[in-house]
């Protein structure tokens, strides 16, 4: 604008002073090296004007050129970012539908000008995985992790997919990279007791736990079963790697309130069993016993090997006397009576067992004991009776 405005004073003043020189136009010489040039003044001073007039009306096609690009890139920007956003839905439609190609594909077409890049991506590698191309859906999440956004949602996108694929190793490794800076991110730490679950990591669980019970995704009950699934994992590996003398040294450091939780005592019990120590889990289950005479426990009692079954049937006759209608002592005693080949007792326990809830089992350990006292009838309707209760009801 100034500068037009200045053109414009430089004409008017020309025109006005233009007839007051034109009789005394004056004289210049310009002499460089061997050159000389001569002219009026008037001549000088339109020549300059019209070489100012010239650079303006250059600068002004100059801009004019930049800004009719400039409206160009903005104009196919504009349209790349459309179309990239076109691109991403149709393939997060894709991927919901479970047209995993299709949503690969669509969704890395619309990724170099989408504005959510990093979506675009996971996205992708989701749909990758969906078709077990494991080399893509890795290549997907390594440019999404260049891309340096969230690290966290990348690695627990990453970490999902190697749960899913079966890769507990893998999944364990990612989400410990991000553990220590997200100590209470509800999503981790959830994946991460699963993963744990998996790889029956039970000490990792149990350190775990003081976490998990800070957070509300998960009810105290699962808590508790957690707790009791990794406490018995743990005496389990125990057992393998030291023995019966590892494991009970192992309980006897337990809490008291561990060490009277009836799931665990039977836990205890059966890897007692399972090292051959079936005196040492009978000593367990008649303590126990007298504090809590849990069913869970009570049915341990048949699975001992013992030289002499009389203190363990005195025991349960000592249940029976505060529970006459317990089934499972009933059950237990039959069982205990058949392998001292006392058949008629063994009958007895077995009749008032079934009559209190039928059970298939308990109807097939009747008919052994009836068969041994050579009563094949009784034995044959028995057997009828367990069918019966075996086969599928009829609506």
Known sequence: MIKALFLVIALIAGIILGPEIAGNQGY????????????????????????????????????SLFNVSSSTRGWFSIRNNQRARAL???????????????????????????????????????????????????????RATD???????????????????GQYEEALASLQGILEENPHNEILLDLLKNTYQQLEDWQSILRLLPALKRIKSISKSEINTLEITAECGVMKYIAVQKGKEGLLAHWSNLSRAARQETQLIACLVKQLIARQADAEAYTVLRENLNKHPDESLICLMPELSLHDYHSAIVKLQDLLRHNQDNSVTHSALGQLYFREQKWGQAREHFEKALKIRPDVTDYARLVNTLEKLNDPIAANDISREALKLALPHKA
Do not use: C
Not at 147 to 153: E, K
């Open 28 to 63: 210049v010489l310009i002499s460089a090296a061997n050159q000389t040039i001569e002219m009026s003044l008037i001549t000088l001073i339109i020549g300059i004007l019209l070489v100012f007039s010239l650079l303006f009306l250059l600068e002004f096609l100059v801009r």
């Open 88 to 142: 991403t839905n149709k393939g997060l439609l894709k991927l919901i539908e479970g047209d995993w190609k299709q949503a690969e594909k669509q969704l890395l077409k619309g990724a170099k000008h989408s504005g959510t890049p990093l979506l675009n991506y996971l996205a992708a590698a989701e749909a990758a995985q969906n078709r077990n191309d494991i080399e893509n859906r890795d290549i997907y999440l390594q």
């Open 147 to 165: 891309l340096g956004h969230d690290t966290l949602v990348i690695t627990l996108t990453r970490a999902k997919l190697q749960y899913r694929q």
